[in-house]
Structures are given as C-alpha cells and as structure tokens.
C-alpha cells in the first residue's frame, strides 16, 4: 500500500501502472485463441462476431467456450489480486484496465468482446461474497429469461448496490463505471431486446 503513503500526484503514476498492466492482460483475446486451437474458424466472422464466451458457444464447442470463460474471468480477476497490496485504488485501477482491455483490445484494431466474464472475474477478486451475489443475480435472471445479455444487464445493474450491501464502499463507485459499461457494451443486444429479436438459450 505504498501509494496511500503518497501524495496524489505521487501516486497517479502507480495507478497508471496498474491499469496498464491490467490493460495487457485484459486485451489477450482468449476466445479468438481458443476458437483457432479448437479449429473452429475466425471467431470474428461467426455469430455476432464477438469474441468472449457466448460467441464461443455459438460454435456448438461447450469445452472451448467454458475454457474462454474461465480464462476471460481470470484475467480480470488476476491483475486485482496483484494490485490489491498496492491498495484498494490501486487494484481497482487494475480491473478497469482489464475491462477494457478486454473491451477495446489494440492488437483487434479495438475491437473485443463485451466484457461479462471479465467483468466477474473483478467483482470475485475485489470482494468473493459481492461476486458471488452478482453470479447469483445472473444465474436467477437467466433461468427465468433464458437470455444472456438480460441476466447480465441485471447483474450489471446490480453491482454497486451489491458491494454497498456487503459494506465495500470503497468499491461502489468503480462497480457502477463497469455496470455502466456493460449496458455500453451491450447496446445491440438493447436494441434487439427491443425489437423482440435477441436470441435466447
């Protein structure tokens, strides 16, 4: 926890640090990876051509797509526990960095995925118990909706209020910025829920 010692503009630098660390590790696209070991094609010219877990799934692959689940949480989830001797700042910076990383990879001209699995994996890393309230959240919409994007629109939805209620306070505020942008992320799927067209399980 160096940086508490700091003054801000001191430990700014160290921040920086860790959303570029997490950037890095967020921004491995292990779904297109995963997709070119398994030989399923280009996963950007499948399905949505997303490139995290449900697209993966679309291939028909369970083992490929659970793999990029996990792997896709992990590397969100990995950067925080690093960064979490640093400070809660610190390894909050790094999950952010890891989302959108994921998000807006550079080695995909920007392009990536939406950020669910990676999003979990920081809220399971930040505080166990919030993240697994979220999981939970997600598990109920999605048994009662069969729908993916609305089960992570709610667990979106959900996060700062769950870290509130489990007394992380410290974490609310960058809970609601990644619920915020998994609603970004998800503005097709909006639309398309709109429309009465969004593909269900």
Same mark, same amino acid.
């Given at each position: 926890?160096l940086?508490?010692l700091?003054?801000p503009e001191?430990?700014?630098?160290?921040f920086?640090?860790?959303?570029?660390?997490g950037?890095l590790?967020?921004?491995?696209?292990?779904?297109l990876i995963?997709?070119r070991?398994?030989?399923?094609?280009?996963?950007?010219?499948?399905?949505?051509?997303n490139?995290?877990a449900?697209?993966?799934?679309r291939?028909?692959?369970?083992l490929a797509?659970?793999?990029?689940?996990l792997?896709?949480?992990l590397?969100?989830?990995l950067?925080?526990?690093?960064?979490?001797g640093?400070g809660?700042?610190a390894a909050q910076?790094a999950?952010?960095?890891?989302?959108v990383?994921?998000?807006l990879?550079?080695?995909?001209?920007f392009?990536?995925g939406?950020?669910? @699995? /990676?999003?979990?994996?920081? %809220?399971?890393?930040l505080?166990?118990?919030?993240?697994?309230t979220l $999981?939970a959240v997600?598990? *109920?919409v999605?048994?009662l909706?069969?729908?993916?994007a609305?089960a992570?629109?709610s667990? @979106? /939805?959900a996060a700062p209020? %769950?870290f509130?209620?489990?007394?992380?306070?410290?974490?609310?505020? $960058?809970?609601?910025v990644l *619920?915020l942008?998994?609603w970004?992320?998800?503005?097709?799927n909006?639309?398309?829920?709109r429309?009465?067209e969004?593909n269900r399980?």
């Open positions: 926890m940086h508490e700091m003054a001191r430990a700014l630098p160290w920086a640090l860790a959303f570029s660390v950037y590790a967020g921004s491995i696209p292990f779904g995963l997709a070991v398994f030989r399923l094609g280009d996963l950007r010219s499948i399905g949505s051509g490139i995290g449900t697209n993966v799934m291939t028909g692959n369970k797509a659970a793999l990029t689940l792997l896709d949480g590397k969100g989830a950067p925080v526990l690093f960064f979490l640093w809660d700042l910076f999950g952010l960095g890891a989302f990383g994921h998000c990879p550079v080695w995909l001209r392009r990536g939406k950020g669910v @699995a /990676t999003f979990f994996g920081i %809220a399971l890393a505080y166990w118990p919030a993240g697994l $999981a997600w598990l *109920g999605f048994k909706t069969r729908t993916s609305i992570a629109l667990a @979106a /939805t209020v %769950a509130y209620a489990w007394g992380r306070l410290e974490a609310v505020l $960058a809970m609601a *619920g942008a998994i970004l992320t998800h503005r097709s909006i639309a398309r829920l429309g009465g969004e399980f």
